[in-house]
């Protein structure tokens, strides 16, 4: 199995601030990384795919990079609704393993 | 619109058994994979598996495998997820999503199912 390592996780930032998540696969993925936010109550959101992808819809505040074994997604401006945990997922041969989550709050 | 809708919450006791389904609509039920995806209170997301709906392929996290059944009803396009025996552990919320026609994300997700093991 491959195991996927997130960190921070929790984070607390202020409005405006950037923030920085980072996920770690324990072997090579190629790009077959991707992003959720979900709120409170919700269902996940799907915000980026393919590593560095902008789902449609989603604000471009969101971006992400990386292939191979390190990944990153970034959030340029923090904003109040931006509030959620985030998760990382990656896709091997249809075997699928999220990362352990980030918990966004605001300072 | 695609729309993946859930069935309702659940109470339970342990060893009993439970079917929930997921009813997508909206798009060509047979032609994409779906997933089901566990939440457990106040934890992360843990991927059970994953069924083809079009020829019932399946395919299973090694945590869940012998722990759940997947399965699919095309004709009413509709997936499930079904215990034998109840435990406690299997208290959590349960998500559907669709992947993606390129399978390796989740692109569309259902609004949940609530499962409550208590004696």
């Known amino acids: 199995d491959i195991q996927m390592t997130q960190s921070p996780s929790s984070l607390s930032a202020a409005v405006g601030d950037r923030v920085t998540i980072t996920c770690q696969a324990s072997?090579?993925?190629?790009?077959?990384l991707n992003w959720y936010q979900q709120k409170p109550g919700k269902a996940p959101n799907l915000l980026i795919y393919a590593a560095s992808n902008l789902e449609t819809g989603v604000p471009s505040r969101f971006s992400g990079s990386g292939s191979g074994t390190d990944f990153t997604f970034t959030i340029s401006s923090l904003q109040p609704e931006d509030i959620a945990t985030y998760y990382c997922q990656q896709y091997d041969n249809l075997m699928y393993t999220f990362g352990q989550g980030t918990k966004l709050e605001i300072k | 619109e695609v729309q993946l809708v859930q069935s309702g919450a659940e109470v339970k006791k342990p060893g009993e058994s439970l079917k929930i389904s997921c009813k997508g609509s909206g798009y060509s039920f047979t032609s994409y994979w779906i997933a089901w995806v566990r939440q457990m209170p106040g934890k992360g997301l843990e991927w059970m598996g994953i069924?083809?709906?079009?020829?019932?392929?399946?395919r299973y996290s090694p945590s869940f495998q012998g722990q759940v059944t997947i399965s699919a009803d095309k004709s009413i396009s509709t997936a499930y997820v079904q215990w034998s025996s109840l435990k406690a552990s299997d208290t959590a919320m349960y998500y559907c999503?669709?992947?993606?026609?390129?399978?390796?994300?989740?692109?569309?997700w259902g609004q949940g199912t609530l499962v409550t093991v208590a004696s």
């Open positions: 069924i083809y709906p079009g020829d019932s392929d399946t």
């Open positions: 999503a669709r992947a993606s026609a390129v399978v390796d994300y989740f692109d569309y």
């Open positions: 072997q090579d993925i190629s790009n077959y």
